[in-house]
Structures are given as structure tokens and as C-alpha cells.
């Protein structure tokens, strides 16, 4: 019992340390004056009204959901092979090709934001959009490629052959068969990498340029130079959404998919 009551203690201290600052932010996101401080003074929604008045908000929001979508749609054109076929069949380099996949997760962000800033924007200068796009492509397909295969290890790919021997094409077969059973595991790869690249600031702080910023950036440039509750009101607001996210991919696939491969 005594043991049972430590562990207990011991795990809210662990919650307390993971959530206070999210709880402080939240309550700090309230307040009524000029300042950021906790607890309030009193409480005012008028930080939340202030988001929509500042002009950089709403356009960078803009370029943050048209280069995460944009990103994501490519990406999802190279995931949902990659991943079938890593999934489909046994080749020499298979796991060189799947470790290849997944190194834009294990390489630190700053190192990947380097690389992308001297390569893709220095060597062969394209356009700020463009390298954006190139850049959140690629650290969104490790998630498209990993939860699509977690979905497809419950897929019954004898059901795939029984097609196939009453005549459907290969082709055919991919689009009537497999994929309408794995349509929750792409929804949930496409919410998943969708809040990689919008909330992606180590990429994109090497990827802008004059002009043209993401979100997450452009609340970093806010905070370089204001200190009010605003930007504490936009990560309330990015807390619900992301909470919003994940509660759907819970419902679609349930998290226990993520720990199985």
C-alpha cells in the first residue's frame, strides 16, 4: 500500500511537471492587462480578439496551412507506395530503404534546416515556396510512411490475392481493396503530418526569407518584441487544435498503433 501511494505521488509529480506550464500559459492567456504575469490581475478575452487584429497572424497562418497541405498531398503521392511496398514484400535493402525513410525524424531539425538552407535554397536557389514545400515534404513522410504501415500490418493481403484471381489488375486491386481498409490509417497519417509541418519551427526558421514566414516563426518574431498575453492566447488556441487532432486519431486508429513496428 505504502509503495502503491509513492507511485501515485511520484506520477502526479510527473503530470505536474508536463502540464504546469501548459496550465500556466492558459491562465496567463486571460489576462486583462498590458503585461504577461501569472495569476492575473483580471481576467479579459481581449488577447484572443487581438490575434485577428494583427495583420502578420492571418497571412502567415495562410502560408502555414497552404505549404503543411501542399506538403502533405505530396506527400501522401510518396508515402502510400513507399509504405505498401514496404509492407507488401520482402527485397534486398528493404530495411536500408526503410531506415532512409525514417532518418528525417532522427536527424536533429537544426542539422536537417542546415542541409535544406545550403542545398536546396543555396545551391540550387529556388524560390523561398518552393524550398518550403521541398523541406516540409520531406519531414512530413516519415509519419505518412510509419502509420500507414502500422495500418497495412493489419491488413489481410490474402484478400488482395483473391481479388486478383477473379480478374482485377494489380492496379485496380490497390485502389478497390486496399486502400478503402486503410482509409482511418491515412487520416490519421494526414492529421498527424499536417501538425509536424504547421508547429515545425527548426525546419522553417532556415527555410523563410524577407517577406515570407510561417506561423510558428512569425510568433517567435512576436515575441521578440512584445511581451503581452498574446502569444500565450495563440498557444491556447494551438493546444485545443492539436488536442482536436489527436483525439481523432485516437478514434481512428487508436495510439497503440504507433508502438508496434
Known sequence: MQKNRGLAFFTFLVFLFLL??????????????????FPPEHLSFKWYLNIFDVQMFISTFKTSIIVSLMGNLFALVLGIPAAYALSRFDFKGKKLLDAVFISPILIPGIVLGFSFLRYIVGTYQLPIYTALFIGHTIIMLPFIIRVISSSLSNFDFSIEEAAE???ASKVKTFFIVVLPNIKSGILAAVMIAFLESFNNVDISVFMTGPGISTFPIQMLTYVENYFDP???????????ITAFFMF??????????????
Open 230 to 240: 498574446t502569444i500565450a492566447a495563440i498557444s491556447v488556441l494551438l493546444m485545443v
Open 248 to 261: 481523432m486519431v485516437e478514434r481512428l486508429m487508436g495510439l497503440s498503433y504507433f508502438t508496434k513496428r
Open 20 to 37: 504546469g506550464p501548459l496550465l500556466i500559459i492558459s491562465v496567463t492567456s486571460f489576462e486583462g492587462g498590458s503585461v504577461l504575469k
Open 165 to 167: 484471381s477473379l480478374g
